[in-house]
């Protein structure tokens, strides 16, 4: 090595010492004015942090709890039919055995009547975890029956519904219970699913005495295994389940059960916490790219300040590049701030959440701290700050020496050098790259990357057009526009900064309030006329034309319908295993657990086959089965395919007959899949009746009817379409309040960057109101100046925010949630309009203060 | 004379600044040599190209055309970063506003052009230099607890604690009191016969440029043809 490379070398070394030394001296002066730099960090990192760090929490919590929340190591669920003799004693000979039956009933009490979820369990139960119970009996014992009357337990929500306390004695089927104890916490909650009534708990003897249990009646029993382990094991293992579930599965190929191990308690469940973890993630990445905004202006302010002091050092022989490095690890270390009180912040929100709340959220959460989601916190804290921050880093290289011999220095007109183009370039690369490969769903990301990015460019391209419009416009007579124009047009005006903030912001705020209004059209539209107002499960087939002879007398304007029902399970498609086929996620649903399937011999109203042929009506060949299109589409089904259900335990194929065009709107009797009358001839099933009343208010009438058929047919299930609408729409209610504060977030970013944007501009404001106010201008009129300034930055703004909010959601609505979009103004005018007005109110009374400057404090110091 | 190079040689030197219709052409057709060891006094009216010239002596600006050579090396054959070093090593500027890193203490703002080129014992060099202004006692003192006069002391100390070959001071008593300001120019003047260092003052005092060796006069970015044009030998 040469003498000059060598001392070049050890230059360099010391170099860095050098720098952080300069920085940390440079730093002494404190860090004021990155309160908003510091505060737009923070809130990224610390959203992107807790996301991360509550999925993970989640997921270990149910792996931790999931053979509690499962009732055992293994279960084994299916419609109709109780486990056989043969199966019953396989299982018991591997373990303790738990087996509880779950279906919808209607309880009455006194005139009232209402829909409950049924578990019937026996003795063994709960076989994990224990069940909280006010008051604190045994439940063998509250269950047993006293002088010939079982007992229950109920979910509170009962005696809300039925005005029931305890002691009461409720009606079920053909029997009445003493309600004996409310139901505080269920151990195996989230394994059973959404349910649209109270739970009520019975014994099995106590099911079968209510009259409920008739055959084709529409009960689920699940089955629970908790594996005797290996000699010197408290737990089975994942393998021995494993085991298990292929050696059941040999000795009854047929039986049809929905297996489920306490590894995979409820797909669906873990499928919503991916989507939720991953539309999270989005808001707290959202919230880091809208402050991004905030971050470039603090760090160009920053420059600002420093173009003395960069100056002096670039005389007294320091590099370009030597003080862009100077200023980037000052900037850096002081974002450091914010991105570890971020990370800090974000990765113990599953201990404050289960500190504060862990008694009333339903699901477990692990308090612990994962190294994960602080990585994920600080990588995208780096990534985003160095995004932001090195083009107007960049610029220091060229900051000119020559102020330093005028008084005046003009910023820095020279174009970002290549080599720092091409940094900011990679980063903003990497950032990419980490975005696309941790989410769960490259489509989504992409098609999140790619709106935010064009929403950037866009936002430009308007602060471009609205600064060279407002150059070429010719100079108003007013002086209160003109002084307005001239703060948009000026060199380094912040309209580009303020556009961008205001603008995301408020196209964050119309897309929310447009899914949100599109969502509860869907919900609320029914057809009048022709949707039901009830569904009556469990209608046996004896009784079934009496029954709705019965509904036509008590309802002579009602308009009834029946279809038979059965429930059964995909288990193969095109002869492969229905958990080996990867559908499209619009069908994805069908094969997990049981569906409704009916059997016809016309075509179902409500539906029109677009491919394909009917069945004749008196039809007797191989088993038909009629398909939804988009289903059909979604698992790669075409005519003549064969599928298999299992139905009662056992498996027929069928085949695809021809697929129709269900329109599901209605809300009225339609099925996924359909087979020709032949297919379950003699096959024990019970009858779907609907009634439907006439346009208007119908309340009374509903009553009324449920109230009759729960007294006259006490083993018919009535559901009200209302009741399940009204449950449905609080679950959407509550999930859109959840969804608006997790976008408060990327909300108070917008704020946050508005906010600094604004601070960042007063200086010049002062300096320019000083001038105004010798010249002679009132307070008022350089306040009606700035009114008109926001106003026309708001007015794009708003423009803006309206079309790509309005074109996010469509975008969501149509083709993530598959809804039909309706173009709701209301709601997003009203929320765009309330924003602005904000935005011009934050933006005077952060100006106000300037306006108050004394003209003599401050021509002294020019 | 002898066979060294002068300390500034500039030939047939154009410079503009601005763009479009703003571009001045601010020096025209320089020619100027000063020999190493010699005071210039530098004068001429407001825009007449003073500063400019300054800072391409200083290799602060490029011109678009012709040479300079400082110390026999071509500016313009040195990248950005020699360029820098070669700055920081040969040639201290003391500016009319001080310009001291109001972060930094007396002590470590004389330090700093000599960290940068990687001295060793850059704060103990340091403390010597502020010595030799008569500010050892103000070394722990930040600028905003200097007077003018101290704080230009300093600005000089951090001058010319690199040793450099030249010593470029722009108007360095135009902020100052008339005594604090001569006490400042016997500063300069002394330190420059000490160490031998080449000296370019900018100056409106015509007194002050009559302490120099030779005076300079610019007018509208040309120098002006005068009789004390004459170049005097080093030894003089």
Redesign the interface.
Known sequence: MSIAVAASS??GA??VP?LL??AA?????GISGFGIFIGCIFLGVWAITAVSALSHSLSDGVAREGRTMLGGDVSFARSHSPLSDAERRFFAARGLLSSVAIMRAIARYSDRAGLIEIKAVDSTYPAAGAAGLAPALPLPDILAAVDGVYGMVADEALSAKLDVKLGDRVEIGTSSFELRAFLMSEPDKLAGGIGFGPRVILSHDALRASGLLQPGALVRWINRLTITPARGHAVASDDEATRLIDEANAAFPGAGWEVRTRTNVSPQFSKNVDRLTEFLTLIGLTSLIVGGSGIANAVRGFVERKR??I????????????VFAETLVEILCIALIGILAGTLAGAIMPLIINSLFGALIPFPLTSALYPQAVASGLIYGLLATLTFALGPLGRVHDIS??G???DEIEPSRTRLRWRYRLLIAAVALALLITVLTTSPNLRVAIIYVGATLGSFVVLRLLAGLLVALVRRVPRPHGLTLRLALVEIRRAGTLAPSILLSLGLGLALLVTLAMIDANLRRQIGQQIPGTTPSFFFLDVRAAEASAFQDYLKAHTPEGTVETAPLLRGRVVKVKDRKAEDVHPKDNAAWVLEGDRGITFTSKVPDGSSVVKGTWWSSNYSGEPLVSLDVEIADGLGLNIGDVITVNVLGRELNARIANLRHVNWRTLGINFVLVFSPNTFAGAPYTRLVTLAFPPGNNTARENAILRATAHDYPTITSIKVKDVLDAVSNIISQLAVAIRAASSVALIAAILVLAGAIAAGQRARAYDAVILKTLGATRWRLLAAMVVEYALIGAVAAVFGLLAGAAAAYVIVTRIMAFDFAWIWAQSLAAAGLALVFAVVLGLVGTWRVLGVKPAAMVRSL | MGSEPPAVELSGVNIHLGRGASRVHVLRDIDLRIGRGEAIGLVGPSGSGK?TL??VL?G??RPDSGLVLVEGTDLAKLD??R???F???RIG?V???F??????TAL?NVA??L????VVDALKRAREELAAVSLADRAAHYPAQLSGGEQQRVALA?AIAGNPAILVA?EPTGNLDDATGNAIIDLIFELKRARGTTLVLVTHDAALAARCDRVVRMRSGRIEPAGSDVILSAAQ
């Open positions: 050890r230059r010391r170099q050098l030394r300069l001296r440079d730093l002494r002066g003395m002091t100056a002096t050092m670039k005389a007294l022989g320091a590099s370009g590049s030597y020496v020559s330093l011999f005028r | 500063s300054l800072m200083a602060l600006e950005e970063d360029l820098a070093r700055r920081g090593a500027i500016f009319q506003s310009h001291l890193i109001p972060t930094m470590e700093v052009p960290e940068l080129q990687g951090r722009d």
